[in-house]
């Protein structure tokens, strides 16, 4: 086995990933590297359908429970944090089996090379007062006359037009530039991609319907009381999560409780279809696909005869 052959376990919410990792890693001697956006956040442990210690069997863990919920985080500083742990497990001759439903992290892991930096300089800030100022607009209009491609990928998201004017003013480089540049570098390691999808997608409708009205029983409701309580606010970005803004709304009185589990339902679906868009446009993995009544124990062998094939 090369020393930087990884298995990477993908697909959308509630498709098994977790379960699936944790058997390949008793098989095969390795431990778990999550990259979900939402798990990395302490105490947010059912809404995030994090695993529990019965799930994990004792298999290690890494990137879960790494920052609180109203600090800031991004792609580069999941790398700069992911990375050397995965660097960490190959060195000491196991298995690294990363897992999760967040393709820009796990595809930024993968590729490695150089982040365009988050600078302390103030320029965010200023951008953002301007847009507060002037409106978003005025800055879509300087990004046009810079960086057009990236004003078009931003679909007029406000976050991503201050991102790519901030990369441009403190580089002097454009972020479409420094993203052409830094990916024509080969990927740092080799991966064996395993995709989770269902033959039937009603199934995995369902499950997610299902997924969401046990968050509900075990106590997700008092797992957001008890978050808002430590003074994290509701602006906070972990809280803008699905699963957790509306059932803010719901617990405030801005909304009922049942209107709040069918609207997590319907955003969770719409979710899974994004995630699977995302995975599809990925030629390198092997989808396997469960069928009506397919065991997980059969979904495991058909992914263990993936990785022997792949170490072969």
Not at 106 to 134: H, K, N, Y
Not at 190 to 207: A, H, K, M, T, V
Request: hydrophobic share 40%.
């Amino acid at each position: 086995m090369a020393n930087n052959h990884i298995i990477c376990v993908v697909g959308p919410t509630a498709s098994g990933k977790t379960a699936l990792a944790v058997e390949l890693a008793k098989a095969f001697d390795g431990e778990v590297v999550s990259f979900d956006s939402m798990q990395i956040y302490r105490r947010m442990d059912i809404g995030t359908a994090k695993p529990t210690k019965e799930e994990m069997q004792g298999i290690p863990h890494h990137m879960i429970d790494i920052i609180e919920p109203d600090e800031a985080f991004s792609v580069g500083r999941y790398v700069e944090l992911a990375d050397p742990i995965v660097r960490d497990i190959l060195a000491r001759g196991k298995r690294v089996i990363l897992a999760g439903g967040t393709g820009l992290y796990v595809d930024a892991l993968i590729r490695g090379g150089e982040f365009a930096p988050i600078p302390s300089t103030g320029c965010r800030e200023r951008l953002e007062a301007r847009a507060a100022d002037q409106g978003i607009e005025a800055l879509m209009a300087e990004l046009a006359a810079i960086d057009p491609e990236a004003l078009q990928r931003s679909q007029g998201n406000p976050r991503r037009i201050i991102r790519a004017l901030e990369v441009f003013q403190e580089t002097g480089e454009t972020i479409t530039a420094h993203d052409l540049r830094t990916r024509s570098v080969p990927p740092k390691y080799d991966p064996l991609w395993i995709g989770l999808d269902f033959e039937s997608r009603q199934e995995l409708y369902d499950r997610i319907d299902l997924r969401v009205e046990l968050m509900v029983k075990n106590g997700l409701l008092e797992e957001i009381r008890e978050i808002l309580g430590e003074g994290i606010p509701e602006s906070a970005t972990a809280m803008q999560a699905i699963g957790y803004k509306e059932f803010v709304n719901a617990m405030a009185g801005r909304d009922t409780l049942e209107n709040a589990i069918a609207q997590v339902q319907q955003a969770s679906r719409r979710y899974a279809k994004r995630q699977l868009t995302w995975f599809r446009k990925n030629p390198n993995i092997h989808w396997i696909c469960r069928k009506p009544g397919q065991s997980g124990d059969e979904i495991f062998e058909a992914a263990r005869q993936t990785v022997l094939q792949f170490d072969n």
